[in-house]
């Protein structure tokens, strides 16, 4: 039955967007219909609103299990009102374009739902509970384009090593090599995000325009033209996770786990199950890194609004 009922939300400044990585999708997939429900009306009425990016959308639709996934679709169908955000590449492409005083019919934030071409699909299945993603061996999202991108993110970061890249900063500076070390994983990032791209050509484009194709040759122009993007939050909140994962010689599994927290910058609030994630907020306490606090157990969220919907 179509969902008669259905309106397309629309984004505004007097909104308070929360934003829903894949564990905390997983995690409300376990929790009661009714209770969901009361749940976003509750926050609805304080103007607060679920959102989610394609990245939590990729790794639903990765799930072995087509039941699992299709449920968990029907949790978002139940939570998200919103457009889907656009993936990291057009986070940072639009970013550049900022940078160079390029200007935007809608505002940044806006900008990176707008440009998702999924979301005409997604507000489809949403009016109608019958439909829904079709995951075949031709989908754009499979688990070998993800073990490519891995692979890719550690060659980079292999390749620029600390005897390629290293300078001596004199004995005054004795952060020097973890600057050195910082720096080459934020070179990763970007790269990788601007190189390896699953649902836009944006990133392809923006190499074509500039008409550089080989590997060292982009390398070379993010380190001189685009250094300031090492200093742009979503890329700093990436490498913290990667940082950590160096630091305490721990495995993440998926290098895609790490993209959502780029989206933090936009957000009043970010969920999540994955303690990775919230780690790092106690992590990089003192470093004056306010913008970590938004990070939120999704069970402790969930938790504190029991006295509401119970």
């Not at 390749?159 to 973890?178: A, Q």
Request: aromatic content about 14%; glycine content about 0%; proline content about 2%.
């Amino acid at each position: 039955m179509i969902n008669k009922r259905y309106k397309k939300h629309k984004l505004s400044m007097f909104n308070k967007y929360i934003y829903l990585d894949t564990s905390a999708i997983n995690y409300f997939n376990t929790i009661p219909l009714n209770n969901l429900i009361k749940m976003k009306k509750y926050l609805k009425n304080k103007n607060y609103y679920f959102c989610i990016s394609n990245i939590t959308l990729m790794e639903i639709l990765n799930t072995k299990d087509i039941d699992m996934a299709d449920n968990l679709i029907d949790t978002c169908k139940i939570l998200i009102e919103t457009d889907i955000l656009s993936d990291p590449s057009i986070l940072l492409v639009n970013f550049i374009k900022l940078k160079n005083k390029n200007e935007f019919k809608f505002s940044f934030f806006e900008s990176l739902f707008r440009e998702n071409k999924l979301n005409r699909v997604w507000h489809t299945i949403k009016k109608d509970p019958r439909r829904t993603f079709i995951v075949n061996d031709t989908h754009y999202t499979n688990s070998k384009e993800e073990l490519i991108t891995c692979t890719m993110l550690n060659n980079t970061l292999k390749e620029l090593s600390f005897e390629d890249v290293c300078v001596d900063y004199g004995p005054e500076c004795k952060n020097s090599i973890c600057q050195i070390r910082i720096e080459q994983i934020r070179i990763a990032i970007i790269f990788s995000i601007l190189s390896f791209n699953k649902f836009s050509n944006k990133a392809n484009k923006f190499w074509e325009k500039l008409k550089i194709s080989d590997t060292k040759d982009r390398l070379s122009y993010i380190s001189k033209e685009l250094n300031y993007l090492y200093k742009f939050y979503p890329v700093v909140l990436e490498s913290y996770l990667y940082e950590y994962q160096i630091t305490t010689k721990t495995t993440r599994g998926s290098v895609y786990d790490a993209f959502h927290i780029m989206y933090l910058q936009y957000f009043s609030f970010f969920l999540t199950n994955d303690m990775n994630i919230v780690d790092i907020k106690y992590i990089k306490e003192g470093e004056d890194m306010d913008i970590l606090k938004r990070i939120l157990d999704v069970k402790e969220f969930y938790n504190s609004f029991e006295k509401f919907i119970n």
